[in-house]
């Protein structure tokens, strides 16, 4: 019953996002991926579970105004796009 609950409440979260997304332009599927870290940074935040969370929390949050900005700014400077690779390229450290 939980899972239901759960999804649910993903069904809420995304549903704006959702609603907006279109699958001929690549600045959607950044902001349904920025709203999914948002999520993910609130959660840590909130739980607090490990030493060094908010570390975490703050790349998190640079991430997700870098996807913003790119995604909503056609002449966005490639360094920045560069920057948020490399941040993205840690990513599997924020679900260990």
Do not use: T
């Amino acid at each position: 019953m939980k899972g239901v609950y759960e999804g649910v409440r993903n069904l809420v979260r995304f549903f704006g996002v959702v609603w907006r997304y279109r699958d001929y332009d690549y600045a959607y599927s950044l902001s349904v991926f920025a709203r999914a870290l948002g999520l993910l940074a609130n959660g840590l935040e909130r739980r607090g579970l490990y030493q060094g969370y908010r570390i975490d929390v703050a790349e998190i949050h640079n991430c997700v105004g870098s996807l913003d900005r790119i995604a909503n700014d056609c002449d966005c400077p490639r360094d920045e796009v560069v920057a948020l690779c490399d941040q993205l390229y840690n990513l599997e450290r924020w679900w260990d």
